[in-house]
């Protein structure tokens, strides 16, 4: 189980808080989305459970272990799907999966089945020995994708892995998302694709300007929202149809 406390992160000189008191709880087997406008928070608040960013107030846990005490058994524990590209270009994608595998400490026989397994149910295995810089922005994510499952993650924060990609690649994205779901993996992941989210998530919190506004079901979100045919209706309703440019 993940539980947020009052989190809350100000960037050094900025105005505003970017995420202001935050309080979420996130129960174990569950496809937590986070979803919002540009700037609302989302990477930040991911960077933040991820460790990659130090909150300015506030705290969490994941199964119980404190972000501040346990950093190390945390990392263990969670999976990382950046919105960047993670990958060296000119090392081939098995050489890439090999390579972040080791900095998880998994055995080489083990890493060497476990990158050819997902390779194949990602529809890349023909593509393992070429080199990630001629890959399409599909297929990039799905190595991308596999580089933060290798070490079979109980918790997997991914922010838009699905943004860029043709149909038949975020398709497959999904499907391997749900199955890991279904072996154990409790999911958290940030997208601007609200049809996806409806379909894909058990749980969503909108989020605007560093703050939950709403947070639910989808379906029982759409039926409670007056008017609303579908999640987007619902996203919309919540935060207005201003324009959220920054820079
Ligand atoms: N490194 C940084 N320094 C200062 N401000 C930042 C930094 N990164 C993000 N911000 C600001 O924090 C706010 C939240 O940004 P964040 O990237 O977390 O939003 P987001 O919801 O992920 O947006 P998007 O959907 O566009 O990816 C924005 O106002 C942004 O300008």
Do not use: W
Not at 111 to 120: A, E, F, T, V
Not at 227 to 232: I, M, P, T, V
């Amino acid at each position: 189980m993940i539980q947020i406390n009052q989190l809350s992160k100000k960037y050094k000189g900025a105005e505003d808080f970017s995420v202001k008191e935050l309080t979420l709880k996130v129960e174990e087997g569950q496809i937590y989305g986070l979803l919002g406008p540009n700037g609302a928070g989302k990477t930040t608040l991911i960077s933040m459970l991820t460790s990659l960013l130090k909150p300015t107030s506030g705290s969490f846990s994941i199964n119980g272990l404190n972000f501040k005490e346990h950093k190390n058994q945390l990392k263990q524990l969670m999976g990382i799907v950046p919105q960047e590209y993670a990958l060296y270009p000119t090392l081939t994608a098995y050489e890439n999966l090999y390579y972040f595998g080791s900095m998880y400490g998994i055995k080489s026989e083990i890493l060497k089945k476990s990158i050819n397994g997902h390779l194949d149910i990602m529809g890349l295995s023909k593509f393992a020995n070429k080199k990630t810089a001629t890959f399409s922005g599909g297929m990039k994510r799905r190595v991308n994708l596999i580089a933060g499952i290798l070490h079979q993650p109980k918790v997997l924060f991914l922010d838009e892995p699905t943004v860029g990609v043709d149909v038949q690649s975020k398709n497959v994205i999904i499907d391997h998302l749900k199955l890991l779901n279904q072996q154990g993996t409790t999911i958290v992941y940030t997208s601007h694709h609200l049809n996806e989210a409806e379909i894909f998530c058990t749980r969503v919190a909108i989020i605007d300007r560093g703050e939950i506004v709403i947070k639910g079901i989808p379906s029982e979100l759409i039926k409670n929202q007056t008017g609303a045919n579908s999640l987007e209706d619902v996203f919309l309703a919540q935060t207005g149809k201003a324009l959220r440019d920054y820079a």
